[in-house]
């Protein structure tokens, strides 16, 4: 059973940067597109970034595609996602996700495996 552990939430100022990890355990990490998700408050969950198995490819939502960068290891079973210059609406809880399959990464309903989020809060 594969399990995701994310790190690096916390609460920041707008402008500051901030890196999440995300630690994987229970299978082959490199046999799993990985990324991330976002849900802000009364807002449902909507995909931010993925990366493919081995790290060649990364893909990122139009509104994050600028200050967002996904990256991985295979040697240490992590993902990360950097965010450079947070703004208030960025504010959200991160989850990190798990799937085999690249196709329709960024559908919720895809995912098979998910973290338990870890909270990100901007303030101005």
């Known amino acids: 059973q594969v399990h995701l552990v994310e790190s690096g939430g916390g609460l920041v100022q707008a402008g500051d940067s901030l890196r999440l990890s995300c630690a994987f355990s229970?299978?082959?990490?490199?046999?799993?597109?990985m990324g991330w998700f976002r849900q802000a408050p009364g807002e449902e969950r909507e995909y931010v970034a993925s990366?493919?198995?081995?790290?060649?490819?990364?893909y990122y939502a139009d509104s994050v595609k600028d200050r967002f960068t996904i990256s991985r290891n295979n040697a240490k079973n992590t993902v990360y996602l950097e965010i450079s210059n947070l703004k208030r609406e960025d504010t959200a809880v991160y989850y990190c996700a798990a799937d085999q399959n690249l196709e329709d990464w960024h559908k919720v309903y895809v995912i098979d495996y998910w973290g338990q989020g870890t909270q990100v809060t901007v303030s101005s």
């Open positions: 990366i493919s198995w081995g790290g060649a490819m990364t």
């Open positions: 229970g299978d082959t990490f490199s046999a799993y597109v």
